[in-house]
């Protein structure tokens, strides 16, 4: 059975959100080791982040498309 868009777009969200907290986390850790590599991960974790706001509002969009109409 295919997902709704809801809940496509609810679990879209969530795995970006645990990317950027993940991308994050890897460029902290690795910032003394390897310049390059923090640079790289943080700008995905800010790519990740704009990609997960535009979600949420697809997100909020679908929310209230139903709501109108209950």
């Not at 970006?16 to 923090?38: N, P, T």
């Amino acid at each position: 059975m295919e997902p709704s868009v809801y809940d496509f777009l609810s679990k879209s969200l969530l795995n970006e959100q645990e990317l950027v907290r993940d991308y994050q986390r890897f460029a902290m850790r690795i910032k003394e080791e390897d310049s390059e590599m923090e640079k790289t991960f943080r700008h995905w974790a800010e790519e990740d982040g704009l990609r997960a706001n535009k979600i949420e509002e697809f997100l909020h969009k679908v929310e209230r498309n139903h709501n109108k109409t209950r």
